[in-house]
């Protein structure tokens, strides 16, 4: 496999600059929860509020990473995610393993693990994401995932996963699809997200020249995120 080393957007490039705002606008705008899918609500660490029957509670702080999944990119992810999870039988869900790229605040790992996946691990090239990541499973009861400061592109050469999550820019994701494409078993599902209208076209090709036959997408606002599968090989 080709060694490709993930790298930032510069910061002049426009659809970057969209995509931090935004983040930046969400995360400081109103602390009110937030819906993600069916039944996740997305709230601030420091939140009274507890977990009711049927819903799952996320408790997420950005101090040290990109986002604490309000934004409409990681929400779509969450959805998928959900979605996906919530169709597979529990032991199903144990024998999974599951590769995060780009884990950031750790939020997709961390709804994974809540749903019952046991084996987890969860990769940024960021050490401060790393770190905050952790100390998020922690708060959220799910020590068990391993986060990891590492480029995705080090794993070893083999399609050893049953799910791949990365939540992240066009720049990082023209090499991220082709890697999750070669990560994935054949079949098993691969979440994509942070994928704007201008990138749109781009992407969808990408991921038919990268041996994704299926392409389930969902939409908020200007943003795009896909379910994707390899053909079975």
Avoid at 2 to 12: A, G, H, V, W
Avoid at 49 to 61: A, H, Q, S, T
Avoid at 96 to 102: E, N, Y
Avoid at 127 to 154: H, K, W, Y
Wanted: net charge negative; hydrophobic share 45%.
């Amino acid at each position: 496999m080709k060694q490709i080393r993930f790298t930032m957007p510069d910061e002049d490039d426009p659809l970057y600059r969209a995509y931090r705002n935004s983040v930046w606008d969400s995360d400081a705008s109103d602390r009110e929860p937030v819906q993600a899918g069916e039944n996740i609500l997305i709230l601030p660490m420091d939140s009274r509020m507890r977990e009711d029957e049927g819903r799952i509670f996320l408790y997420m702080d950005s101090r040290y990473a990109f986002g604490d999944g309000r934004h409409p990119t990681t929400v779509l992810c969450l959805a998928l995610l959900e979605e996906y999870l919530a169709s597979l039988p529990s032991d199903e869900k144990k024998n999974l393993s599951m590769l995060d790229i780009g884990t950031g605040t750790g939020v997709l790992a961390i709804l994974a693990a809540r749903m019952g996946v046991d084996e987890i691990l969860a990769l940024d090239i960021d050490p401060d994401s790393v770190i905050n990541a952790a100390e998020m499973a922690l708060i959220n009861g799910t020590p068990g995932i391993e986060f990891r400061e590492m480029d995705a592109a080090l794993l070893p050469p083999a399609s050893a996963y049953g799910l791949v999550t990365a939540n992240l820019l066009p720049p990082i994701l023209r090499t991220v699809i082709p890697l999750a494409a070669e990560l994935a078993l054949p079949g098993a599902p691969v979440i994509v997200s942070g994928i704007g209208d201008t990138s749109r076209v781009e992407m969808e090709a990408l991921m038919r020249d990268s041996g994704f036959s299926e392409m389930r997408c969902i939409t908020s606002g200007w943003w795009h995120a896909y379910l994707l599968r390899k053909m079975q090989e």
